[in-house]
């Protein structure tokens, strides 16, 4: 009974002693990572989201807390490089909107480091944001949407041009025609719905053709829209 208790007791000092020394290393590491001093982070952006367009992009955060925030610096690389910017920013009592807009961006994908700053020199956390920049390659690959159809009410004078479906990123046609007075009209068709399918060009005289174009955004939040090429349609 004694040996086993002998055995019980030593194997007790023995794990002690193991979790003594590994806390000892713990705090050897933590003194090495502060040895200069306490680390003070301030707070980090919140709801940092971009926008993309025609070689360029738009970035929108929000400062929610900490009024020490004096100042937002982006990076971001392009070319090969890391580039920067930074804006001042003025705390108010409550919510700040802080944006940004980058122009003359290479076709491509991003990724955005958000950092805050104070006027003693410390800094937040990392924010990233990725987002997408589109230019020639992604207009070169647009098409029309397809007409179904074009008649002409010759009572109503008016041509009617119906649409197949549409992808979710199309928002609408534009149409350019010559009236019955011979004047250039250009219209412009947005859908509410990709289900819309339906134009109607008033004052419109029959035999003559239109010009159309269709209208994209390739995601709903894209600052610009972007444009397929001409095509010419005759209303018989």
């Given at each position: 009974m004694r040996v086993n208790n002998y055995y019980t007791y030593q194997f007790f000092i023995t794990v002690c002693f193991v979790l003594l020394m590994a806390c000892s290393k713990m705090d050897d590491t933590y003194d090495d990572f502060i040895k200069d001093g306490e680390i003070v982070y301030i707070a980090r952006v919140d709801s940092a989201r971009s926008y993309p367009g025609n070689n360029r992009m738009g970035l929108s955060m929000l400062l929610t807390a900490d009024p020490r925030i004096s100042k937002i610096k982006v990076y971001w690389d392009a070319a090969g490089q890391t580039d920067s910017t930074?804006?001042?920013?003025?705390?108010?009592p409550g919510i700040d909107t802080v944006r940004f807009s980058f122009d003359k961006l290479p076709e491509g994908t991003y990724t955005f480091y958000i950092y805050s700053h104070d006027n003693a020199g410390h800094r937040s956390v990392k924010t990233d944001v990725i987002g997408t920049v589109?230019?020639?390659?992604?207009?070169?690959?647009?098409?029309?949407?397809?007409i179904k159809s074009s008649?002409?009410?010759?009572?109503?004078?008016?041509?009617?041009?119906?649409?197949f479906g549409a992808g979710a990123d199309i928002i609408g046609?534009?149409?350019?025609?010559?009236?019955?007075?011979?004047?250039?009209?250009?219209?412009?068709?947005?859908?509410?719905?990709?289900?819309?399918?339906?134009?109607?060009?008033?004052?419109?005289k029959q035999g003559d053709s239109f010009q159309f174009r269709t209208l994209y955004k390739p995601v709903p939040n894209a600052i610009d829209t972007f444009y397929s090429g001409y095509e010419n349609r005759l209303v018989p």
């Open positions: 930074e804006k001042a920013v003025q705390r108010s589109y230019g020639e390659k992604y207009i070169a690959q647009l098409v029309n949407r397809t008649t002409y009410d010759d009572i109503a004078k008016t041509a009617t041009v119906k649409w046609e534009e149409i350019i025609y010559t009236d019955l007075q011979g004047s250039v009209r250009k219209q412009y068709y947005k859908h509410a719905s990709v289900a819309d399918s339906i134009c109607l060009l008033p004052d419109y």
